[in-house]
């Protein structure tokens, strides 16, 4: 199962909207794993996140701030089909 996690800066005025759009992402894949994480200081070291929030894709970053919806899909679509 593919995973997609995104890391918010707990307060950040963008944390909402990425929470928003994890719901919406969700709904459309219900076969993800899609988790909404506050960051802790260590995780910054671990995944190499500089801004967010910050969507990584197994483990990988995918991109950082609110992407389109339609952008997230298709890469995520893209993603399943083996397209990396």
């Known amino acids: 199962m593919a995973r997609l996690d995104i890391f918010v800066h707990g307060g950040c005025l963008s944390e909402l909207s990425a929470r928003t759009l994890a719901q919406e992402i969700q709904s459309e894949l ?3 794993k899609i988790d909404v994480r506050t960051a ?3 995780d910054t070291d671990l995944f190499g996140v500089l801004v967010f929030p910050a ?3 197994d483990g990988r970053i995918l991109t950082t701030g609110i992407p389109r919806k339609d952008w997230l899909v298709a890469k995520l679509r893209a993603w399943e089909r083996g397209e990396r």
Do not use: A, R, Y
């Open 30 to 32: 219900p076969d993800w």
């Open 40 to 42: 802790k200081p260590g």
């Open 55 to 57: 969507f990584l894709l």
